[in-house]
């Protein structure tokens, strides 16, 4: 057997054994994941088939054009958000992971070793898009009525098109990694950032300016997949996509297997590519990167330190202490912060094209805006929950192996768990609270609207944050030091779940007697302040809950943790 056999046979039966090990789980537990998961998936489905069909009645006799665009749009999105976490993941994996240092002990050549790493990216990054992207392709053939081989022919296709982005985004952090390695970092970032940026200004000037009525405009949408018209050009693998499906859909056979096989062979050649160019760069590209990372001078932080400190002056000294640690943990890892960046800098570009370009929502009705700030605020607060369930929930997990040293240090457990709860505070709000006031902003909300836009995003953080570290006690894994599989056990799933449930009760109540107020004009002014107040203090009892019980539940179980 080969050498990449030999690492691809070992992955699937870690994979079969941990298959196995289900058994042994709650049936609850698997029980609550599975429903969740399919909860959200026919969610998704609805969503897209609800959307289709509006489509498809508002602008007739502009279907064909209007989803070539759509498909070809996604597919171009998806591309770029594939490339940049194979890019990561990758670069992590390849330079900075203790397996790599492994084999590059054993007899394994750098060329199946990248391939392994290859592989193991994109399935570890291609899994969630797949899962979320066939909803979409479902929703559209159902709305089409398509025939059945539909289906397997547009999951083909994502099979194919996913290494088309994975080999891009792996040849990319290895030509970081022996070029850039004294700035990886830096050289990440700035390429994160100027997707953003062009991606901003991209968006904002692509869309017509919108005028008032114009909404069902034939003319107006005509205009709009005018400036979108680049998606569809030929050298886009976006396009190939969008093409080779759409002509599945039609019935077109001939057409979309010519496709397919143009998808196909550019996938297989930008892999053998990728394998080439690691069989000739990837080894020296490892020694340099870490030739050049113990070589060079380390800089404090003493700047950020300080920030922190003052930031951070009504705690505890020593709690202060352990929210810095935090806080550099968390900038000292690439693969926490450009995700951060990745998500909630898209969900900023959004909110900065909204008054100018996109829709202008700046000109609506009073009505328009309560509900499309709202929308903002359950988008924001969704994307929030998210975050904290994958990087707070694992905090106290990935302290295990060095449990000992918190240990040694003069502070109670109680002080360690209420540190971890104060920088999740901290960073999901001073995240969370910039987007509603750039939201808010952009729409023109009344001033008394932006006060009541912050104190639900107030507390949504409290409890987020509460949720994520005291299920985090509850549910440790000390023995794993990958956060990605921390997460996926039965405390994330339920983190996760309870987040989401959280931010629909609080969105929910405050939102719906502003809209009854402004649909229906039920209460006068003065009644609808004293109904607005009784709702914002049903929110902050439910807020003071949510940190509470989990906060107790969660010191309990950590005080009673044997190390």
Request: charged share 15%; proline share 4%; with cysteine.
């Amino acid at each position: 057997m080969s050498q990449l056999g030999v690492l691809v046979g070992a992955r699937l039966r870690m994979a079969r054994n941990r298959i196995a090990e289900l058994r042994h789980h709650s049936l609850f537990k698997i029980v609550v994941i599975a429903c969740f998961a399919v909860g959200f998936w026919v969610g998704l489905l609805l969503f897209f088939y609800r959307g289709f069909e509006f489509l498809f009645q508002s602008v007739p006799d502009l279907r064909p054009v209007v989803v070539d665009v759509i498909f070809s749009l996604f597919f171009f999105s998806l591309t770029l958000m594939l490339f940049f976490s194979n890019g990561i993941i990758a670069f992590t994996s390849l330079f900075r992971s203790e397996e790599a240092r492994f084999l590059f002990s054993s007899p394994v050549c750098p060329r199946d070793h990248f391939t392994y790493r290859l592989f193991d990216g994109l399935v570890f990054s291609s899994w969630a898009f797949l899962f979320m992207g066939l909803p979409l392709l479902i929703a559209h053939g159902v709305s089409m009525g398509v025939a059945w081989y539909f289906y397997p022919v547009a999951l083909l296709y994502f099979v194919a098109f996913v290494f088309i982005p994975a080999a891009l985004g792996s040849l990319t952090a290895l030509l970081v990694g022996r070029y850039f390695a004294h700035r990886p970092v830096r050289v990440l970032a700035f390429a994160l950032f100027l997707a953003l940026l062009g991606g901003g200004i991209w968006f904002g000037l692509s869309l017509p300016v919108f005028r008032t009525g114009a909404y069902a405009d034939e003319r107006w949408v005509l205009n709009a997949v005018g400036r979108f018209s680049w998606t569809r050009m030929p050298l886009l693998p976006s396009w190939w996509m969008s093409r080779g499906i759409l002509s599945a859909a039609a019935g077109r056979a001939g057409e979309a297997g010519l496709y397919f096989l143009v998808v196909l062979a550019n996938a297989l050649f930008l892999t053998m590519v990728a394998q080439l160019s690691a069989g000739r760069l990837y080894e020296q590209a490892y020694h340099h990167y870490h030739g050049v990372c113990r070589s060079r001078r380390r800089r404090s932080q003493g700047w950020l330190d300080r920030l922190s400190a003052a930031l951070l002056w009504p705690f505890p000294e020593r709690q202060r202490y352990l929210v810095i640690k935090d806080i550099r943990t968390f900038c000292r890892d690439p693969v926490q912060w450009s995700q951060a960046l990745i998500f909630f800098g898209l969900l900023g570009v959004y909110l900065l094209n909204m008054r100018s370009r996109i829709f202008g929502y700046h000109l609506l009705e009073p009505y328009w805006k309560n509900l499309v700030s709202f929308l903002n605020l359950t988008a924001t607060s969704l994307t929030l929950s998210t975050f904290t369930s994958r990087f707070v929930f694992p905090l106290l997990s990935l302290e295990g192996r060095r449990f000992w040293v918190l240990g040694m240090v003069p502070l109670e457990r109680r002080a360690i768990l209420l540190g971890k709860f104060y920088f999740a505070l901290l960073g999901s709000f001073f995240v969370a609270g910039s987007l509603m006031v750039l939201s808010d902003t952009m729409l023109q909300v009344p001033l008394d609207m932006v006060i009541v836009h912050l104190f639900a995003v107030l507390v949504i953080c409290c409890g987020l944050s509460a949720l994520s570290v005291g299920l985090g006690a509850i549910y440790p894994m000390l023995n794993e030091d990958n956060p990605s599989k921390i997460v996926s056990g039965f405390g994330g799933a339920l983190n996760l779940v309870l987040s989401m449930v959280f931010v629909g009760l609080v969105v929910a109540l405050l939102a719906v007697p502003i809209h009854l107020h402004q649909v229906r004009q039920l209460w006068s002014p003065e009644h609808f302040r004293s109904i607005l107040a009784a709702a914002m203090a049903v929110v902050a009892s439910l807020g003071i809950a949510a940190v509470l019980v989990p906060l107790r539940l969660g010191l309990r179980a950590f005080e009673r943790l044997e190390v």
